[in-house]
Nanobody, 121 residues
């Protein structure tokens, strides 16, 4: 059974740092693209960051230079380090897994349940 379980959501101060984690199971983690999406209520789910290998990583323009996606294949876990957080980073964050190399939400094979991050000013 494929499972993605996010953790680390919470309230963080403007300009602060926070880290999300996503524990994966039930599929070949090391050959999957792992992604973080975010979604505000009533809006589309947008890609924040994706990682296939150490040389295949993508970031949304809005988080480039502030967020870092990383993975530990031995632990089947993907992380998202978020620095210099802004009010507009307040969202529900979703971990996603895609078999192979893809950053397109339509090809996502599994979604986590989501975790909420709120940036307080």
């Amino acid at each position: 059974q494929v499972q993605l379980v996010e953790s680390g959501g919470g309230v963080v101060q403007f300009g602060g740092s926070w880290r999300l984690s996503c524990a994966a199971s039930g599929f070949s983690f090391s050959i999957s693209t792992m992604e973080w999406y975010r979604q505000a209520s009533g809006k589309d789910r947008d890609l924040v960051a994706g990682n296939f290998t150490t040389r295949a990583t993508v970031y949304a323009d809005s988080v480039q230079g502030r967020f870092t996606i990383s993975r530990d294949n031995a632990k089947n876990t993907v992380y998202q380090q978020m620095n210099s957080l802004k009010s507009e980073d307040t969202d529900g964050y979703y971990c996603a897994a895609t078999h192979g190399s893809s950053w397109d939400a339509q090809y996502v094979n599994a979604w986590g349940q989501g975790t909420q991050v709120a940036v307080s000013s």
